[in-house]
Nanobody
Framework: QVQLVESGGGPVQAGGSLRLSCAASGSIFSITDMGWYRQAPGKQRELVALISRRGSTNYADSVKGRFTISRDNARNTVYLQMNSLKPEDTAVYYC????????WGQGTQVTVSS
């Protein structure tokens, strides 16, 4: 079992920045990939970014060049630095961790106003 706790969401104006954090606990030694998904109102949940245990990254095209995912294996924490935020980035952001299956955090709301 893996437990994920996100923090760092909130309201921000367009062009601003936010940093999301997600701390993992439980069977942390089995975690391979970690990352972030998001779900906007009325839309399907979509991948934002993933990072492997060795640091390989994968980003959605819509966030490339604006968002940066990073990971501190010693602290069992994954981060998402979000810059140049746009109103269309408004969503609930979910942390994920891959073990034998995908574990999800409870989600944190990000609201970008124009």
């Amino acid at each position: 079992q893996v437990q994920l706790v996100e923090s760092g969401g909130g309201p921000v104006q367009a062009g601003g920045s936010l940093r999301l954090s997600c701390a993992a606990s439980g069977s942390i030694f089995s975690i391979t990939d970690m990352g972030w998904y998001r779900q906007a109102p009325g839309k399907q949940r979509e991948l934002v970014a993933l990072i492997s245990r060795r640091g390989s990254t994968n980003y959605a095209d819509s966030v490339k060049g604006r968002f940066t995912i990073s990971r501190d294996n010693a602290r069992n924490t994954v981060y998402l630095q979000m810059n140049s935020l746009k109103p269309e980035d408004t969503a609930v952001y979910y942390c994920v961790a891959e073990v034998s299956r995908r574990y999800w955090g409870q989600g944190t709301q990000v609201t970008v106003s124009s």
